[in-house]
């Protein structure tokens, strides 16, 4: 706060991250690892990274500041955003992960999941558990989901932020794309010339009007809108007319129902790049008809703080409207050519409605609009802070429809690809990981399309193109993606050449593509969508996680239709990988790939596509979701009647129970014995056995049960049991995913 | 210059793994960017690493590679009389 007021800058040289490239000036957090485990107290020898670490200072200080105890935990979300995840640790041993025994312990922390399950593992259970990976703007998105969570009714209290360290394998990926500066970084200004990398971490505690009453707490800023577009131009560059940045920042308005002469201040994503600036220009000159309000970028003062940027600027906006002033663009002198002149000066102004921008590479553009606390709007009160926290508060809503058809699903494994045929007799296979089956893929994307795609970004390309076309849908409201470890081809060939080649001559392809939200962002710039976008990276439950933000957004009447994935791929060498850091392949455990695209619409909407359609046939209603992290029996319990109840059901009319037993006995006992416990003699049914595991195996779960429905049988390879065996017709199928033991979700399918 | 030409094309194949193409395919007085190719930034930023590995020519602004990378040609003759190696 006194650093933002006199314009004192945390760049500078380059000092804890171990680099070749002193050149470039970087925001870090002044701390070492081991500092920070002395803060926190956590042991020297505990398996943490940076990225957790540094998300744990901050959730420390946010539960603080918003007056929460750890007793308070279990009925508390936890959303976070990250790219990088573990990758300080990876890079470090990566070779070792290869060639020796050392440091094997790390593999696990690798994941973006990971690093949000260690920050939350420190303070507690929480009610449920999830990680946004939309690269820039993954903290941004956090805070969405969590409005929208609230909004839901599904919680009255989720902590939203994000986290991310510096790295060397994105030190180096900015550099192969040429936009770091070596001076420090002038947003909007006519010599800008890249931007500057920054690191750190902030939460938010987003709490219902309601709730923030009864707990007498006091909101230190209201979240009155927000709004998230794609771009759908280029994966590491913004079009030039702004488009996705425009309509993120058109939506945030509508939904708070404010106009943009209302708009007192834009603390804008203003990164520093010739790139950005422009086309952020470009979109806030275009929304506000030429009034711009006064605009900054706080990027000079923390560097790029990547995915928590949405988060920490967050925060400063919450700060700069509780001490009414505009935080100033430092470094700026010249105006740029068609561009926004920026807050030169330091200045105190009274300010009622703020928005917040973070965009993120493949057009993944957010904009928050947050308002003064006493202004009496409409949404969540925001008890915020990683560095300060406040309520906001949002109406509970109550939906126009219930019901939500799967109109078509598609995978490819190593079962008969973008087929069903294959359900009748099964491939069996005996290798100890499982190769998917291509199809053709020249029949989906042109060579020059394909020049920079992995195997995962062109089967998500046959899978989505062949599950809209089945759908009868030109198009869609929402492309949401869950990936484990996102393109990890890419990843590891980047990996490689910084391991073995050093920080010289690094291919900019292999970074771009390494980005989790690659695969979204790719489907959006295809189908030229510039709807709803995002994508998570939560373990194994990254593609239920995908699926609960659409069928949130089907509640509140956001969307009518959504194209929903779940994708991960799998290396030889990533397959050892993962076998030595005991990931998967234990026992009977196969390690597989995923590749998964399901086309959802609301009942409103199916209606409409039978009219040009008639022989569309949607394969089964979706009529239950729910997610929880590490729940008792009886918490699961409670759920499962809860869901039932308000799908109309109850245990009765549930014919079959799908899990994700994988072959892993430790964990396969436990979890049908968690499942024979909750739903007593109802048959189970499996499927991994058929895939392999992989992160997002159970979108392959939710392919297998919607198909069973249309065909009004369940084949018998399913079955766990070969005595339940039994040819009863299913008319509804509740999915449950237990994953790691920590995470659950339960997912009712009907025919 | 033709040997130049010809393993500049193979080299700008691989590093921009365009799958399916020879050197043949690619005509080396056509633009490669915009209307020709249809290559983008990104390949831009191959490119000036290809020149790098390669022939020891180091770019600093990618925007200089706008004129470099107009046609296979015009790149040869930008290496021919820049390489180091």
């Not at chain 1, 596509?609 to 008639?614: D, E, F, K, N, Q």
Request: with cysteine; aromatic share 8%.
């Amino acid at each position: 706060m006194e650093a933002l007021l006199n314009g004192r800058s945390g760049v500078g040289l380059l000092q804890y991250l171990k680099t070749g490239h002193k050149e470039f000036p970087v925001g870090e957090v002044k701390l070492t690892d081991a500092e920070m485990r002395a803060r926190l107290g956590i042991a020297d020898d505990a398996i943490t990274t940076r990225t957790a670490l540094m998300g744990m200072l901050a959730l420390e200080e946010a539960l603080q500041d918003a007056g929460l105890t750890t007793d308070m935990l279990p009925k508390i979300g936890f959303i976070s955003g990250t790219t990088v995840g573990g990758m300080d640790m990876s890079e470090q041993f990566y070779l070792d992960y290869i060639n020796s025994e050392a440091h094997k312990e790390y593999i696990a922390a690798h994941d973006c999941g990971s690093c949000t399950e260690m920050t939350a593992r420190h303070f507690g259970k929480f009610a449920f558990v999830t990680t946004l990976s939309t690269a820039c703007s993954s903290a941004a998105n956090a805070i969405i989901l969590g409005a929208n969570m609230i909004r839901c009714g599904e919680a009255d209290i989720v902590i939203v932020g994000g986290s991310e360290c510096i790295t060397k394998f994105h030190l180096n990926g900015f550099n192969s794309l040429m936009i770091l500066d070596t001076e420090p970084c002038r947003p909007f200004d006519a010599t800008r010339n890249g931007l500057n990398l920054g690191e750190g971490a902030a939460y938010l505690v987003l709490e219902s009007e309601e709730s923030a009453k009864k707990r007498g707490a006091k909101a230190q800023a209201l979240l009155s809108g927000y709004g998230n577009a794609c771009d759908a131009f280029h994966q590491t560059a913004s079009s030039p007319e702004g488009e996705g940045a425009y309509l993120a920042m058109k939506e945030a308005l509508e939904l708070a129902e404010i106009q943009p002469s209302d708009i007192d201040y834009i603390n804008a994503h203003g990164t520093g790049t010739p790139n950005n600036d422009t086309s952020e220009s470009q979109a806030m000159i275009r929304l506000f008809d030429g009034k711009v309000p006064p605009v900054s970028s706080t990027k000079p003062f923390t560097g790029h703080t990547t995915s928590a940027s949405g988060s920490i600027e967050a925060v400063f906006c919450v700060l700069a409207l509780q001490n009414g002033f505009l935080p100033v663009n430092l470094n700026w002198s010249q105006p740029m050519e068609n561009g926004i002149v920026p807050v030169s000066q330091p200045s105190k102004k009274a300010l009622k409605h703020v928005l917040c921008n973070a965009f993120g590479f493949g057009g993944n553009d957010s904009s928050l609009l947050l308002s003064k606390a006493e202004t009496s709007r409409r949404f969540d009160g925001l008890n915020d802070h990683a560095k300060a926290p406040e309520p906001v508060e949002v109406p509970t809503h109550t939906t126009a429809s219930t019901t939500w058809y799967i109109l078509s699903a598609k995978q490819i494994s190593l079962q008969q690809p973008l087929s069903e045929d294959w359900m009748q007799e099964p491939v069996i296979y005996d290798e100890p990981f499982v190769r998917s089956i291509d199809p053709n893929f020249k029949n989906y994307i042109s060579p020059i399309e394909a020049r920079r795609m992995g195997k995962i970004l062109k089967r998500a390309v046959a899978t989505s193109k062949e599950a809209l076309n089945a759908s009868g849908l030109d198009t869609v409201d929402a492309i949401i993606t869950g990936t484990g470890y996102g393109c990890i081809e890419n990843t590891e060939f980047f990996l490689d050449a910084l391991s073995t080649e050093g920080e010289q001559l690094l291919k900019p392809t292999y970074f771009m593509q390494s980005t989790h939200n690659t695969i979204s962002s790719l489907m959006a710039i295809q189908t030229k969508n510039h709807g709803y976008n995002v994508t998570y990276a939560h373990k194994g439950i990254s593609f239920d996680s995908a699926l609960q933000d659409a069928w949130l957004q089907f509640k509140l009447g956001k969307i009518n239709s959504a194209l929903v994935g779940g994708h991960d791929e799998l290396t030889e060498t990533f397959y050892h990988i993962l076998k030595k850091g005991g990931m998967m392949g234990k026992d009977d455990e196969r390690c597989g790939e995923a590749a998964v695209s399901v086309v959802l619409a609301s009942a409103s909407h199916y209606k409409e596509v039978r009219r040009s359609h008639p022989e569309m046939k949607p394969l089964c209603k979706l009529s239950g979701f729910e997610m929880l992290h590490q729940p008792s029996m009886n918490a699961l319990r409670d759920v499962v009647a809860k869901m039932l109840q308000s799908a109309g059901k109850s245990l009765a009319d549930v014919d079959y129970i799908l899990t994700g037993i994988s072959g892993d006995h430790g964990n396969d006992a436990a979890y049908l014995q968690e499942a024979k416990t909750l739903f007593g003699d109802k048959p189970l049914l499996k499927y991994k056995h058929l895939f392999g595991e992989s992160f997002t195996a159970s979108g392959l779960g939710l392919y297998v049960a919607a198909q069973c429905l249309k065909a009004g049988r369940v084949p018998f390879s399913l079955f766990v049991d070969s005595k339940e065996v039994s040819d009863r017709q299913p008319k509804c199928i509740l999915l449950y995913n237990r994953s790691d033991g920590k995470n659950c979700s339960l997912t009712l399918l009907e025919d | 210059m033709d040997d130049l030409i010809y393993t500049l094309k193979q080299q700008i194949i691989e590093a921009l793994n365009l799958e399916d193409m020879k050197p043949e395919d690619i005509d080396e007085n056509a633009a490669l960017f915009g209307e020709g190719l249809g290559l983008d930034s990104i390949d831009a930023l191959e490119l000036i690493v290809l020149m790098e590995k390669n022939y020891g020519i180091k770019l600093k602004d990618p925007n200089q590679g706008k004129e470099i990378f107009k046609s296979v040609s015009v790149m040869a003759d930008y290496i021919s009389k820049n390489r180091t190696k």
